[in-house]
C-alpha cells in the first residue's frame, strides 16, 4: 500500500511540474531560498526571546508578505484541529518543491526525534542558505562576465588592433613594400 502511494505522489508530483512549466507558473527557487532566509532569521529570533517553534511561526506567517508566508497560513488552516510542526512544514516542502525547504525540514524533524534545540538548526540553515545564495550569485555574475566579454572580443578589439595597424599599413604600401 505505501509503495502504492509514492508511486502516485510520484506520478502527481510529475503533472504538478509540467503544469508549472505550461502555465509559467513555476516558483523561482531563488526568491523562495530568500524569503525561506529571512523567515528562518524571524523565527529563531522569536525562538530566542522564548516563543514556541508554532507560535513563531504563527507570528511570522501573519506579520509577513511573500509565497511562503502564505503557504504557511495555509497549512496552518489546513492542519487546524491538530498542528503539528513536521506537518506544517512537509506541506511547505511539497507545495513550494524546494530542496532547501525539504532539508529544513527534515533536520528539524531529526532535531525533534533526538531533543537537540532547534535553534541551532535554525541559524545552521540561514548559514547553508546563505552560502548557497552567494554561490548562485557567484555564478551569475561569471555567465554575465562572460557574455559581457563578447562585444569586447569580437568588436572593440579588433577594430582597435585595426586602428593600430593601418597606418603601418598605409605607410608601408607608400613606401613600395
Do not use: C
Not at 60 to 89: A, D, M, W
Amino acid at each position: 500500500m505505501a509503495q502504492q502511494s509514492k508511486n502516485y505522489a510520484k506520478k502527481l508530483d510529475w503533472l504538478k511540474n509540467l503544469l508549472r512549466v505550461i502555465t509559467g507558473s513555476q516558483l523561482n527557487q531563488n526568491e523562495i531560498h530568500e524569503e525561506l532566509v529571512s523567515i528562518l532569521q524571524m523565527i529563531s529570533i522569536m525562538i530566542s526571546a522564548g516563543e514556541s517553534p508554532m507560535m513563531a511561526l504563527k507570528h511570522v506567517s501573519t506579520r509577513s508578505e511573500g509565497h511562503l508566508p502564505k503557504l504557511i497560513n495555509k497549512s496552518f488552516e489546513k492542519y487546524s484541529s491538530g498542528i503539528n510542526l513536521t506537518q506544517t512544514l512537509n506541506f511547505i516542502a511539497v507545495a513550494t518543491g524546494s530542496t532547501q525547504v525539504r532539508r529544513l525540514t527534515n533536520s528539524i524533524q531529526i532535531a525533534i526525534q533526538r531533543g537537540t534545540p532547534i535553534l541551532d538548526v535554525l541559524n545552521n540553515q540561514v548559514v547553508a542558505l546563505n552560502k548557497q545564495i552567494n554561490l548562485e550569485l557567484l555564478k551569475k555574475s561569471g555567465k554575465s562576465e562572460i557574455a559581457l566579454l563578447i562585444p569586447v572580443v569580437f568588436l572593440i578589439l579588433p577594430v582597435s588592433i585595426s586602428f593600430a595597424i593601418w597606418p603601418s599599413i598605409y605607410g608601408l604600401n607608400q613606401a613600395g613594400f
